[in-house]
């Protein structure tokens, strides 16, 4: 790989994951009222370890979703048309607070098109934002409530996370020249 | 993702991996139909033509719905009402509709070759609903979909199509698309409608109805298509059922798992018997639900561009 750097390790992406975790449960006082929505691909596991270390907080299961934004996109006719990942909300979003998670937060678009992606299953109470790399160049007004690691990048990187949920060997984030 | 076509003509032309790439799209979409609100904004603002040159209810009603769950915009455009009557050709109807800016002309037309004429003078996406006796790229899809669904694969099942074959667009896309996805496809049917030279497109011909059922896993049906044909291919209906249709003594002696499949309109006690129709191994309404799917998922895949996908 030319010019790859790890910018989290599995440590670094564990002790992220909990202080978040942490952040999460600091910010909603109604536990009960506060469900997490992944986004594939990489939030949805994200989501899942984030939902364990809270009901490790909190004493009771926490509901989490899978979201899939690709038909809610604004790029649509632009580019080859996304992998459609299924969706999977087990769970009535009305009058709850959700948390979508991501990997990265790089221009917005994606949580745009979750956010309308999540209405057409009902009106959640709030809706927060929690990723765990925020890269910059930001091309909408949005803003994320909690975040692993801000990363400073140049438009021509690229940053990948590895899971081990996904086969990799270990978990990472990487960040590459294109 | 693999999917680069601005078009969809055909099944021959397409990969194992493209054809794949719309089954994996469609399940998505599938879910979105069982959900309280079935519309995603995925072609908003896109304006979709149904050009339908030759008379359809299910595909013309699949594709409308597909396109209004996608947010699209649809006219529907039948030979009866139109310029047709008038001595306007094809190529004219189609670019007075282009330059109403339509973004999509999905045609059925009887002559083959219709919509690959019209991708060559039209800049909208073309997308084939049914050309003549030469294919029928989306009930292809949906046949192999509601397969895969069932069946959990493709590969290594027995197929068999059964019936009219000839005069089928149905079973030249089913065959191009089964056999790209490693089935084994047997077609069977009187010797005048189930010609040998159909072995040149890698599948087995037999005029043994007993000896075509009797392996297979999935028992694709075909009405007899009675506007194609002249009337001497068989002698009559009553023996073609006799001989060929899928009565409940040949059923018995089907594999117990074997999947009934019908693309529509059926004739109850031709080709298929009545209860059979109806019986529990048949899936010829869940053909129709996958093949709104699917058609969601061919206008959301030929709507893309060619750059790869920016994530995040």
Same mark, same amino acid.
């Given at each position: 790989? $030319?010019? &790859?750097?790890?910018?989290?390790?599995?440590?670094?992406?564990?002790?992220?994951?909990?202080?978040?975790?942490?952040?999460?449960?600091?910010?909603?006082?109604?536990?009960?009222?506060?469900?997490?929505?992944?986004?594939?691909?990489?939030?949805?596991?994200? &989501?899942?370890?984030?939902?364990?270390?809270?009901?490790?907080?909190?004493?009771?299961?926490? $509901?989490?979703?899978?979201?899939?934004?690709?038909?809610?996109?604004?790029?649509?006719?632009?580019?080859? &048309?996304?992998?459609?990942?299924?969706?999977?909300?087990?769970? @009535?979003?009305?009058?709850?607070?959700?948390?979508?998670?991501?990997?990265?937060?790089?221009?917005?678009?994606?949580?745009?098109?979750?956010?309308?992606?999540?209405? @057409?299953?009902?009106?959640?109470?709030?809706?927060?934002?929690?990723?765990?790399? @925020?890269?910059?160049?930001?091309?909408?007004?949005?803003?994320?409530?909690?975040?692993?690691?801000?990363?400073?990048?140049?438009?021509?990187?690229?940053?990948?996370?590895?899971?081990?949920?996904?086969?990799?060997?270990?978990?990472?984030?990487?960040?590459?020249?294109? | 993702?693999?999917?680069?076509?601005?078009?969809?003509?055909? !099944?021959?032309?397409?990969?194992?991996?493209?054809? =794949?790439?719309?089954?994996?799209?469609?399940?998505?979409?599938?879910?979105?139909?069982?959900?309280?609100?079935?519309?995603?904004?995925?072609?908003?603002?896109? =304006?979709?033509?149904? %050009?339908?040159?030759? /008379?359809?209810?299910?595909?013309?009603?699949?594709?409308?719905?597909?396109?209004?769950?996608?947010?699209?915009?649809?006219?529907?455009?039948?030979?009866?009402?139109?310029?047709?009557?008038?001595?306007?050709? %094809?190529?004219?109807?189609?670019?007075?509709?282009?330059? %109403?800016?339509?973004?999509?002309? !999905?045609?059925?037309?009887?002559?083959?070759?219709?919509?690959?004429?019209?991708?060559?003078? %039209?800049?909208?996406?073309?997308?084939?609903?049914?050309?003549?006796?030469?294919?029928?790229?989306?009930?292809?899809? #949906?046949?192999?979909?509601?397969?895969?669904?069932?069946?959990?694969?493709?590969?290594?099942?027995?197929?068999? !199509?059964?019936?009219? !074959?000839?005069?089928?667009?149905?079973?030249?896309?089913?065959?191009?698309?089964?056999?790209?996805?490693?089935?084994?496809? =047997?077609?069977?049917? /009187?010797? =005048?409608? *189930?010609?040998?030279?159909?072995?040149?497109?890698?599948?087995?011909?037999?005029?043994?109805?007993?000896?075509?059922?009797?392996?297979?896993?999935?028992?694709? #049906?075909?009405?007899?298509?009675?506007?194609?044909?002249?009337?001497?291919?068989?002698?009559?209906?009553?023996?073609?059922?006799?001989?060929?249709? #899928?009565?409940?003594?040949?059923?018995?002696?089907?594999?117990?798992?074997?999947?009934?499949?019908?693309?529509?309109?059926?004739?109850?006690?031709?080709?298929?018997?009545?209860?059979?129709?109806?019986?529990?191994?048949?899936?010829?309404?869940?053909? *129709?639900?996958?093949?709104?799917?699917?058609?969601?998922?061919?206008?959301?895949?030929?709507?893309?561009?060619?750059? /790869?996908?920016?994530?995040?």
């Amino acid at each position: 790989m $030319p010019d &790859a750097t790890v910018i989290l390790d599995a440590t670094a992406i564990q002790r992220a994951l909990t202080r978040i975790a942490h952040e999460i449960a600091e910010r909603n006082e109604r536990s009960a009222d506060v469900a997490l929505v992944g986004i594939p691909v990489g939030g949805d596991h994200l &989501a899942a370890r984030l939902a364990k270390i809270l009901s490790g907080i909190w004493n009771h299961p926490v $509901p989490v979703g899978i979201l899939d934004t690709s038909m809610h996109r604004d790029d649509l006719d632009q580019r080859i &048309a996304p992998t459609v990942h299924p969706t999977e909300i087990p769970f @009535d979003v009305n009058g709850k607070t959700i948390v979508l998670v991501d990997d990265v937060l790089f221009s917005g678009r994606t949580t745009r098109a979750a956010m309308d992606a999540l209405n @057409d299953f009902g009106r959640p109470k709030k809706i927060q934002l929690a990723v765990l790399v @925020d890269r910059g160049h930001r091309e909408l007004p949005i803003k994320a409530d909690f975040i692993g690691k801000n990363v400073p990048t140049a438009l021509d990187e690229k940053i990948s996370l590895l899971l081990t949920e996904s086969g990799a060997a270990a978990d990472q984030v990487i960040l590459k020249k294109k | 993702m693999s999917w680069t076509k601005k078009h969809l003509l055909d !099944i021959e032309s397409l990969t194992a991996e493209e054809i =794949t790439t719309v089954l994996d799209t469609a399940r998505s979409f599938k879910a979105v139909g069982e959900r309280a609100i079935k519309k995603v904004p995925a072609l908003r603002g896109k =304006t979709v033509v149904n %050009l339908f040159v030759e /008379p359809s209810t299910r595909t013309r009603i699949s594709f409308e719905l597909a396109a209004q769950r996608l947010s699209a915009d649809i006219v529907n455009f039948s030979a009866e009402a139109s310029s047709f009557k008038k001595g306007e050709t %094809l190529k004219d109807t189609a670019l007075n509709l282009q330059a %109403l800016n339509a973004d999509f002309i !999905i045609i059925r037309h009887s002559a083959s070759g219709a919509p690959h004429f019209l991708s060559r003078v %039209l800049n909208a996406h073309v997308i084939n609903a049914g050309d003549g006796a030469h294919e029928h790229p989306t009930q292809a899809l #949906l046949d192999a979909f509601t397969i895969r669904e069932r069946k959990g694969k493709i590969a290594g099942l027995n197929v068999t !199509i059964l019936g009219d !074959i000839l005069y089928s667009r149905v079973a030249r896309s089913d065959i191009w698309a089964l056999t790209k996805l490693g089935a084994k496809v =047997t077609l069977c049917g /009187p010797a =005048t409608l *189930v010609p040998k030279t159909f072995e040149k497109m890698g599948c087995r011909v037999t005029h043994d109805v007993d000896e075509a059922i009797r392996d297979a896993d999935v028992i694709n #049906l075909l009405r007899i298509q009675h506007e194609r044909q002249r009337a001497t291919m068989f002698p009559s209906i009553g023996e073609y059922t006799q001989l060929f249709g #899928l009565n409940k003594a040949r059923f018995a002696k089907t594999k117990p798992d074997a999947l009934i499949m019908h693309p529509g309109p059926i004739n109850r006690g031709v080709e298929i018997d009545s209860e059979i129709a109806d019986c529990g191994r048949s899936v010829i309404l869940e053909q *129709v639900t996958n093949g709104l799917a699917v058609r969601m998922a061919v206008l959301f895949l030929v709507n893309g561009g060619k750059t /790869p996908v920016e994530t995040a």
